[in-house]
């Protein structure tokens, strides 16, 4: 069995005789070598993902000011970093959106502008106590200002990522991109054979303490990251390194319509390759790293698996979902991955990047449980209206009015012949009508396009739908579209008042 | 070749497209349309030999003409390759080469599906 050390591989980086390839050449070295002709000629296979990283963050140490400050509450660039961890130093979330530009500038651009060389504004509101009498202060600080600037991410480099689609009717703007109606694109994200993790899934060198390119910088695996799910082959890292070394061609600022700020991380992580085992992970291929395609049109926790489907699949651009082609693109950089594991190859061939042994292997258990939610919330259906007025669209507009009387909603949901939600119409469409004077059809005014809830949707999500629309009232469907009942704004401010404590 | 006509609010009833059809007898498409009580903007899309007669043509009747020749501008120090603006483009403007994001001239409707859609905010269209 061909075998070799750690201090082996480290002493040939340090002779230049390393012989170093990239996790997209192994799978041919292996195929023709064998695994053990494998690791007599490759010492090392460099790895890179370059993706968005949402769970990554910034330690910032300010230094002390005079008057000295405990920071309550601070803002950079008008972002909010947590004031919670003793006097001066400061936790900066990538996710974090800021109080004047919203989303389109958060925690991501600060630290994009920060490794840019850009002056950021700090403001700091004091506690205030005997011993860090200042209030409050307002100052410019570059990085090279900072006592420390550490980076410590609680999740990054997910082992694979789900592929997303949209069954729904209409685009919804998710953290997996821009996703189209009726299944009209796949997403996906991670970067398949060149994965870090899918390249050494058992721990056999990945673990704590082992040295990595962190967007540019040299870091360090801390640990298995946040949500680490290994059984499921989802694990995860949390990693650690100083942003002063950090390159913004590796780190980048992003945001995603309508979700908020991420940041794009480049990261790669060397493997050694000390025996045949290692040699034969390595070797690991995209179509050997499956993942489902999950159905983001289900807003809810446990979203439906539509197909089945694995890197080599998902990056031919096309994909099938039961009898449907659908176009997939990525949202993680492929290009950058590369340039990630190639920077790295080339940083150990000069003798700049040494080997680490890990003290510890990444646990092989992980937790990914859903939250333990103790608090009930109400259904659709705890505070719809049953009592539901409809009507068909080939009635005139004055009957429409009078059953809008009779009703208890100013809307009324207009169905076909089977009982099928079509369309509503509101007094105030019938108003328009009325004031026109040539309308004399429900057909003609009724809104085709309608929003509706079902009796087992939260409450809460009913409510972002009435609000992202800027409605007052919801049809509420069965599963076959039937209109069984009415939630409208009055109920939520009902359960509202009710719950308030008095 | 893709025009884009911005129509001004005094000739916007008028059949402007039927009447260039008629009158230059070119097969035009119409790829987008966006038209309200007192201006247009359509994307038409021609064929190479009739576009400048189709231009002409429309200009004449008082239609504001652009000939769309580059996509969309990308800014290619935002720009990381990754691909959200590949598969969500209605017309197939953007593809992979060696996963490289590349934009094809002549495709683009200017709808802005993109724009929104860009993790990195590196586009944006070329007349706004």
Known sequence: MAEKTLSEVNERIRDGSVRVVTAEEMPSIVDELGPAGAVREVDVVTTGTFGAMCSSGLFLNLGHSDPPIKIGRAWLNKVEAYGGVAAVDLFLGATQPSIDRGIEYGGAHVMEDLVSGKAIEVEAEGVGTDCYPQLGLETTLRLEDFNQATMVNPRNAYQRYNAATNSSQRTIHTYMGTLLPRMGNVHYSGAGVLNPISNDPSFQYIGMGVRIFLAGSQGYIIGSGTQHNPQAGFATLMVTGDLKQMDRRFLRAATFTRYGPSLYLGIGVPIPILNERLALSTAVRDRDIEVPVVDYGVPRRDRPSMAKVNYEQLKSGMVRIGRQEVATSSLSSLLMAREVAATLKGSIEKGEFVLTQPVAPLSLAGSARPMKQTKEFPYVEDVMSREVVSVTEDISVAEAAQAIIKSKFDHLPVVNSAGVLCGIITTWDISKAVADGTISQVSQIMTRNVFSTTPDQPIELAARTLDTHSISALPVVDQDGRVIGMLSSNHLSRLFAGRRPR | ?128
Do not use: Y
């Open chain 2, 1 to 128: 070749m893709k025009l884009l006509l911005r129509v001004a609010p005094g000739i916007v009833r008028k059949p402007l497209i039927a009447s260039v059809i008629l009158e230059t007898g070119a097969l035009v498409n119409i790829e987008r349309a966006s038209i309200d009580a007192v201006s247009g903007e359509i994307v038409l899309d021609v064929s190479q030999e009739k576009c400048r007669q189709v231009k002409d043509a429309l200009e004449r009747l008082g239609v504001d003409v652009i000939l769309l020749e580059i996509p969309v501008i990308r800014d290619d120090s935002e720009c990381v390759h990754c691909g959200a603006c590949v598969a969500i483009c209605p017309t197939g403007t953007f593809h992979f080469e060696d996963w490289r994001v590349v934009g094809e001239p002549g495709r683009c409707v200017q709808c802005g599906a993109c724009v929104t859609a860009c993790p990195h905010r590196a586009l944006r269209l070329v007349l706004k």
